[in-house]
């Protein structure tokens, strides 16, 4: 629950400071910063705080008003699948938009990406699997990789020295002083 009021009454009926309030209500001073800014800026006294329900002062202060919206809104979630496609970037889908809406205002290519992008970051990010026991074994192994090499440029590195050990027991790159007949490509 929001401590709007309080905070309000503290500061501009009692002149407390920001900190007494902030300990006193048991929020962080920056919050009660907030508060006092946004009904300074609203231009706010007591007397028509006094008069306001809790809900009412919050619509007040912390909602933004809705501006009317002359561009055509692009619909985010179609373009968010379509970007799941081969080939589709933004701005494909940017000019397919406009030449949809060609005879109406639409949003420039840098406020369109803006716009998705701000879209993008709302969703959920997750993803439902449904798994029966049994029928699938996942691995998830995070240690170090083998590297891959060619024997015959390894022979003058470092890792040459270190052969990693494959299936059959040999060495996946030849050693320094091992001579091979022919150059074959180790992995």
Request: hydrophobic share 35%; net charge positive; charged share 25%.
């Amino acid at each position: 629950m929001r401590k709007i009021k309080d905070v309000l009454r503290l500061k501009l009926e009692a002149q407390l400071s920001h900190q007494r309030i902030a300990t006193a209500l048991g929020i962080s001073k920056g919050v009660v910063t907030k508060y006092v800014g946004l009904a300074a800026a609203a231009g706010l006294d007591w007397s028509t705080v006094q008069a306001l329900d809790e809900s009412a002062l919050e619509r007040r202060l912390l909602v933004a008003p809705e501006q009317p919206r002359d561009h055509v809104q692009p619909d985010y979630g179609r373009l968010h699948q379509a970007l799941g496609r081969k080939g589709m970037t933004l701005m494909l889908l940017w000019e397919e938009h406009r030449a949809d809406y060609a005879d109406a205002q639409t949003y420039s290519y840098s406020q369109f990406c803006e716009n998705y992008r701000r879209f993008a970051k709302q969703l959920k990010r997750s993803m439902r699997q449904v798994h029966r026991a049994g029928e699938k074994l996942f691995i998830d192994y995070a240690g170090p990789t083998r590297a891959r090499c060619r024997c015959s440029t390894a022979k003058s590195s470092a890792s040459a020295r270190h052969a990693t050990p494959t299936r059959s027991g040999s060495s996946s790159c030849a050693r320094s002083t091992v001579r091979r007949p022919r150059a074959r490509r180790c992995i």
